[in-house]
């Protein structure tokens, strides 16, 4: 059974274009090493320029392996240098009944 995640990423000052090019790369790593499903990502983007992603996991331990992967441990050092990570509470969206968010294309 996989693991849906839904992961916020908002952009550091000047470094939209990096967090980009790292979303780009994010799933082909993961589904490189094995750790995530083939069922296609989604990615929006909130009114505050935070990047949304929903993607899914193929399991539990997956997820852990991840923590073991010098790929994935480089890639995350890349969304390091990019971005902060936000819980969805962060995004005035959340606030909404049903959140609206903007559909991105990479």
Known sequence: MG???IAAYRPKKGKEQLLRDVLKDHLPI???ERLVTDRPPYLM????????EVFEWKSAA???A???SSAVQAMWGRFEEACTY???LNLKE???MFANFEA???
């Open 3 to 5: 693991v849906y995640v």
């Open 30 to 32: 993961l589904r490189k």
């Open 45 to 52: 983007r909130a009114v505050d320029g935070t990047f949304v």
């Open 62 to 64: 997956a997820i852990e």
């Open 66 to 68: 991840a923590h073991h």
């Open 86 to 88: 936000e819980p969805l």
């Open 94 to 96: 959340s606030k909404d």
């Open 104 to 106: 991105i294309d990479l």
